[in-house]
């Protein structure tokens, strides 16, 4: 167990040397700034960027916060990509995939301590700035929505797909670029993609089309839709999708992707 954790410190470690869990805290903490100087409050006015809202402080500030959650989703998958894409093809090169294996672990082990401690450095970035944004909206309008937190399990809950996508291509293909771009067009755009063809009826008249791209909108996570969930729960509106299927499908693209690639992790010869 001591083993276990310390792959994860160590992967949290190596991403603080690679200058990238700096970078992108630099980059939340600017994000974090701008929202201090672009929100104020005077008595029972909210000010927006200096321009007076309309709304009551209470319902101007759930709007700006769902504002704020569907910018954060768009950016920071991305950047959460590129910040973990590099770990599973390097733990591959030759010398470290030779240390690793050397330990008296299982490759699951290995496999599964380094997909944590991936995990462990999007937490902290994603926390940091949640927390870090809903502070100052306390701090500045005195109201405080508990909603507005739930951003970070359910934004966990949508990279832990991306994560699993990414590490087994990452075994797969031993490329970095290639576990970045495919970890970006695959679990991001398809699912898109598959929800606009879901939602309409374009292939309706085409019944093999119809339930070939139906069959993947099922594979597929559900990012769009946990992102709406998200953002309706901090509006207080009602909700328009259903967060069950959404969390089961994502759950299962994400346990079906980490299990691939640990068994090809396990059978690899290195």
Known sequence: MIRFWAIIGNTFREGIAKKTILTILVLSTLIIGFFLLALNVGGDIMYLFGAEIDELPEEALRGFEAAVVAFFYQISIFVGIFAVASFFPSMQE????????????????????????????????????????????????????????????????????????????????????????LGIFFPFFFSLIFLGLHNSRILSGYSFWHNFFETLYWIFPKTPELTAWNIDIIAGGAIDIDPVSAIWSTLAFAVGTFAIGALIFQKRSY
Do not use: N, Q
């Open 94 to 181: 030759k010398g470290t995939i030779d240390l690793l294996l050397s330990r008296p672990m299982s490759r699951f082990s290995i496999y599964t301590a380094k997909f944590l401690g991936c995990m462990v450095i999007v937490f902290v970035v994603a926390a940091y700035t949640i927390l870090g944004t809903w502070a100052i909206f306390w701090l500045k309008t005195g109201i405080a929505h508990k909603e507005y937190l739930y951003t970070i399990p359910i934004f966990m809950l949508a990279f832990f797909a991306f994560m699993g996508f990414i590490a087994m291509v990452g075994v797969i293909t031993r490329s970095t670029t290639l576990s970045a771009i």
